[in-house]
């Protein structure tokens, strides 16, 4: 080497071994920093999340007296047997007053639909939402007959449809799994706190787990910061590659695996915010993830588009009004017919 190279080596030694030291004494202060704000680290509302669990845990506080009551295991659920103007449930808490076995009758195929406030039918009242309307729609002809179960609850994501339907949807063995995936529902299930504390999930060695408080405070807040700085323009974006995306695709997997496991056909319905002239980077998540998959999927952006722009504008009213229930429930129909031609199997006692 050298004496050149050598006093240029001598110079930088100390300076290499200063700037070393004060990237571990700002990282340690970072994490010293992040500690005293641990909503930061995580999710955006771990810090009220845990403050809300800690008033409401156990007091099975309504959160909204006409229909929704906490829920430890899902965040919230309806309530059962509400009687309202428009709004009743049953004695589960699905939508509507009627009563159903757990073992559908000889003969009957059973539907289930999951999802949030649209397959739920919010503004709607019970006969108009889409899957009283789909159910009409189906058994407009004699046989085969048909039961549609509305197992969708205003806000869910799609971590809290999944725990709902195996909670309590695989116990009335449908032969069909309807998935109403609204596009919204990609960044709830980054979510654990909207607007009340919710279950959510993490990949752990590529399985789905609850996500527990991290050790070390700084590899969090950089792993979560890609998911605070999309905000509302993720609509626009490929997540595929993010938090946010994998855990919702290891849902739509388990959510799929555990229908085919219950002997079901399990279909993939997109709802779209409304009939935009371009697909979304979620749509193109979703419709790639049931190629792939082979799950059988109605995208309604497709559809929606086909009808024309003036009869397009009485769909929405924020969320589907009578008219778009109903289009999504003729769609849905033909697409459950044609299952039950090429063979569902029928129960009987």
């Not at 109403?180 to 909207?194: C, K, Q, T």
């Not at 792993?223 to 609509?235: E, N, T, V």
């Not at 219950?262 to 279909?267: G, K, L, P, S």
Request: glycine fraction near 8%; hydrophobic fraction near 45%.
């Amino acid at each position: 080497m050298s004496g050149e190279h050598q006093r240029i080596r001598r110079q930088w030694q100390p300076r290499s071994l200063a700037l070393g030291l004060g990237t571990l004494l700002g990282a340690l202060m970072l994490e010293g920093g992040l500690r005293f704000f641990p909503g930061s680290v995580v999710a955006p509302s771990l810090e009220n999340e845990q403050s809300w669990r800690a008033r409401h845990a156990g007091t099975g506080l309504a959160l909204d007296a006409a229909s929704e009551v906490f829920s430890p295991e899902l965040g919230w659920e309806p309530w059962p047997n509400v009687r309202t103007p428009g709004l009743t449930s049953n004695s589960r808490g699905l939508r509507g007053d009627r009563e159903y076995a757990f073992e559908p009758s000889c003969g009957v195929y059973r539907v289930i639909c999951v999802g949030d406030s649209f397959v739920f039918g919010e503004g709607l009242t019970d006969v108009q939402t889409m899957p009283a309307q789909l159910e009409r729609k189906l058994n407009d002809a004699d046989r085969p007959r048909w039961e549609v179960l509305n197992l969708a609850v205003r806000g869910y994501g799609t971590d809290q449809q999944l725990l709902r339907l195996e909670h309590l949807g695989f116990l009335y063995q449908p032969d069909v799994v309807v998935l109403g995936f609204f596009e919204e529902d990609v960044w709830r299930n980054a979510l654990s706190f909207r607007d009340y504390a919710k279950p959510y999930f993490e990949l752990a060695d590529g399985a789905l787990a609850h996500l527990d408080m991290p050790s070390l405070y700084l590899p969090s807040f950089a792993r979560w910061l890609p998911a605070r700085l999309i905000g509302p323009g993720f609509l626009l974006l490929d997540l595929s590659g993010t938090r946010m995306g994998r855990v919702t695709l290891a849902i739509l997997d388990a959510m799929r695996d555990a229908v085919v496991r219950h002997d079901a056909r399990f279909i993939l319905l997109i709802i779209p915010r409304q009939a935009l002239p371009w697909r979304t980077g979620i749509d193109r998540m979703l419709r790639r993830w049931a190629q792939q998959t082979g799950t059988p999927m109605l995208d309604l952006h497709d559809a929606y588009l086909r009808v024309g722009a003036a009869e397009r504008k009485r769909l929405y009213k924020t969320h589907w009004t009578a008219k778009g229930a109903r289009l999504t429930a003729e769609l849905l129909a033909a697409q459950l017919r044609a299952l039950a031609v090429a063979g569902l199997p029928r129960h009987c006692s």
